[in-house]
Structure formats: C-alpha cells, structure tokens
C-alpha cells in the first residue's frame, strides 16, 4: 500500500538536528521487577534513553545527525565505553553488543507530502506520507491509524474491484489533520472551528456528522496559526507564531475574513492568547532557541490591550 520515495508526490523536509540508534541489553535476574520505566542519560551532543522490559532493557543511543559511519568506523569497543560512560550501570554487560551489527539506525526524518497522497494505483500512507520523530510512538500511531483509514475506506471498493482516485483522495482527507492546532467551539456548540497550521487554512468540523469543511477564508491563508480564542460576537483571535502576530478574523454566514492583523515589539513566536481583563495575556514561545540554544529564563507572556488588537476605540 505504500513505499517511500515518488518522483510524482512532493516531500517538504523539515530539519531534524539528530538520529537514534537502537539497541537491546540484557536485565540480570536479581535486576527484575518494575517495567515500562524510561530512564534518561545526557552528556553533552550524547543522549542515552533506556525503556525498561521485563527481561531486557531497550536502548536508544542519540547523538547528530549523520554521525552513523563515524560511529561505525569507530568501532565497537569505542561505543561500547560511549554507553557504559552514560550509564555506569551498564559497564558490566556493554560485551553484549557483539559488533556494530547490532545497532538500529533510525534515520530521524520529519516530512510530509506537499500535496496529495496518491496517484493512479499508489497510495502512500505512514512514514511514506509524513515521517514523524520517534518521540512518543508518533510514527508508528501515525502508521496504523492511516492504515485504519485505508482499509475502512478501501475495502469495500478493492473487494468489488473499482477503486477510484475519488476513493483514494478520501484517505488523505481523513487523516490530513495531525497537525490541527487551534480548536474552538463553534457558536450554538454544534460544530468545532480549527486552523490548520501548515496550510494555514480553516475548517468546520460537524460535531453529530464529523463531516469536516473549508471555510473560506479572505485575507488568508493563516499559516502558523497556533491557536483560536473566540471573542464577543462572531469574531475569533488567531496567533500566528513564526509571523508573530495575532489575526482578528470575523465568521460569517458564508465563510471568514480577516478585518486586522495586529503585531507587538514584545511578541516572540505566541502560540496562545487568553482574554482576561480586558488584556489578551500571549505566551512568548521562543522556538528559535528549542534546537540549538538554550531558552532565555524566565519565559516571558505579552500583555497587550484587547482593543488594539481588535482595532476598535
Ligand atoms: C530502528 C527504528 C526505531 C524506531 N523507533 C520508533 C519508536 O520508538 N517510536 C515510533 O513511533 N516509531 C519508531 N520508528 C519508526 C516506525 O517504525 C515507523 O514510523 C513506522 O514503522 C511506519 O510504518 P509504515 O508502515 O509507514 O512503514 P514501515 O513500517 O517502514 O513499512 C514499510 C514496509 O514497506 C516495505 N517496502 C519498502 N519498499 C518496498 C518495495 N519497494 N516493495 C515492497 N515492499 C517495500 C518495507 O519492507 C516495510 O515492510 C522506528 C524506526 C526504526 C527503523
């Protein structure tokens, strides 16, 4: 159902800083008793993280990106003192990794297909449509539950012999959605406004249906937009964290427009706003500093009038 790699299906890359390599050491009889812990070791660019099985434990070496024939021409006995140094505990059982043969590499990937997912006969689904961190089982969730949807959409047409684009479009449709952000009840609780952040778009989905809508948008799209605070009447906030700005836009019975883009010296990359007393408090998310430098202490919340924002007297 799918492979990776189509000259036809475009991939935009996100930068990923490291890559993992995976491996198993044995847990001694007298060490057994609790699993599914997760233990942390960090020396500088090195992270050891270690998943806690009844009778072994899973390892998972990170350090940069690219590092893998560096690692591999250092050879094992040099990886094996790389582990026992993070984790001393280690030292006594690190023979087990008998050659470099037995590291994992996981080449860390973060992507998604520009645009549709298929094409005549293909469809690309998992890692082949978005590759995720491993962080938190995202791939793997992602894989299986874009599984779900394929065999709920397609068996029906594979077993009576007519799939359609139509049918394979469906699948993209259902589950295009990972990267939804902002989520707000609509007015009258009947349907759910969101913004989606890559495309910038906004959506209705129908609460009793879960039918799933465009809502036009003028003056959009709003990429980056992180979060939705409704305000009096029918008018949203929108945070739009790379831009750094908060996007007023007014819903309407036939879609949305946007009436005023509002910026501030003190934003840095807001990600939510909150109404309270007649201020909008917005978190200053700093994620120009979450890959290589450390976040300036104490993080910072803009407080800024709400009517300069909505631009009314
Ligand atoms: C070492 C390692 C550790 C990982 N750890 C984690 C983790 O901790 N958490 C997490 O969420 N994810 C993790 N992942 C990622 C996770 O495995 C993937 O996100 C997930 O397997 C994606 O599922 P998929 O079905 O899209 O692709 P895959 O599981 O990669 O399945 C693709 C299948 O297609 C087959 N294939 C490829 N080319 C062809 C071809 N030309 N013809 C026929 N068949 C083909 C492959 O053999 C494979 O069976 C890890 C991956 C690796 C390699």
């Known amino acids: 159902m799918s492979c990776c790699g189509s000259p036809r299906l475009a991939v935009r890359e996100f930068p990923v800083p490291f890559d993992t390599w995976w491996f198993r050491l044995p847990r001694f009889e007298h060490e057994r008793g609790s699993a599914a812990e997760l233990l942390p070791d960090f020396q500088g660019k090195e992270v050891l993280l270690t998943f806690v099985r009844p009778e072994y434990y899973q390892i998972a070496y990170f350090t940069e990106k690219g590092a893998d024939p560096r690692l591999r021409a250092e050879g094992v006995e040099r990886f094996r003192e790389r582990v026992a140094r993070l984790r001393p505990q280690y030292a006594d059982r690190v023979d087990e990794i008998t050659s470099m043969d037995d590291l994992h590499l996981l080449d860390v990937r973060l992507n998604r ?34 599984a779900v949807a394929a065999a709920t959409y397609l068996a029906e047409p594979l077993l009576e012999g007519r799939v359609t684009s139509h049918d394979l479009a469906r699948v993209r449709r259902r589950r295009r ?43 959009g799209p709003l990429s980056s937009g992180d979060s939705i605070t409704p305000v009096s009447g029918d008018r949203l906030l929108i945070t739009r964290n790379v831009q750094n700005q908060i996007v007023t836009v007014r819903l309407g019975a036939s879609g949305a427009s946007v009436t005023k883009v509002y910026r501030d010296a003190t934003f840095r990359y807001p990600t939510a706003a909150v109404v309270h007393r007649g201020r909008l408090l917005v978190p200053n998310s700093q994620f120009d500093k979450w890959e290589q430098d450390d976040p300036e202490l104490p993080f910072t919340v803009s407080a800024v009038p709400l009517k300069n924002v909505l631009g009314v007297r």
Do not use: C
């Open 113 to 146: 297909l520009a645009g549709d997912w298929h094409m005549a006969g293909l469809l690309m689904i998992g890692d082949a449509a978005h590759a995720m961190s491993p962080a938190g089982g995202m791939g793997i969730n992602l894989a299986i539950q874009d």
């Open 177 to 219: 959605f990972p990267n939804v952000n902002g989520v707000v009840p609509a007015r009258g609780g009947r349907s759910l406004i969101v913004i989606q952040s890559n495309t910038g778009k906004l959506y209705r989905i129908r609460l009793a249906t879960r039918d799933v809508s465009e809502i036009p948008l003028k003056g």
